[in-house]
């Protein structure tokens, strides 16, 4: 069975971290780029950032770059990211997808049930 399940989304204030996972199963890993995306009330989706796990190119939205840092562990099959410097704007549902070969080109594989985070002021 294929899952993708995102994680570590809660409540935080501005200026903290968080970090969420994205971990998958029932697929071969390496084969796909699994790219962030958060989605806010009232707002369209919006990509975050991207990570290849086959040469390790990483993506970032202007509005995170800087503050947000994507990573991947192969051995447990989990895509990370690293969220400091919070802001009241990033609150959001976060999801994470997987595109099959080296980028996040649309469409995806597969997508995750988001995590959210609320960020305070």
């Known amino acids: 069975e294929v899952q993708l399940q995102a994680s570590g989304g809660g409540l935080v204030q501005a200026g903290g971290s968080l970090r969420l996972s994205c971990t998958a199963s029932g697929f071969t890993f390496d084969d796909y780029a699994i790219g962030w995306y958060r989605q806010a009330p009232g707002k369209e989706r919006e990509g975050v950032s991207c990570?290849?796990?086959?040469?390790?190119?990483?993506f970032y939205a202007d509005s995170v770059r800087g503050r947000f840092i994507i990573s991947s562990d192969n051995a447990k099959n989990t895509v990370y990211l690293q969220m400091n410097s919070l802001k009241p704007e990033d609150t959001a549902a976060y999801s994470c997808?997987?595109?099959?070969?080296?980028?996040?080109?649309?469409?995806?594989?597969?997508w995750g049930q988001g995590t959210q985070v609320t960020v305070s002021s």
């Open positions: 990570i290849s796990n086959y040469d390790g190119r990483t």
């Open positions: 997808a997987a595109y099959r070969g080296d980028w996040c080109v649309p469409p995806s594989a597969y």
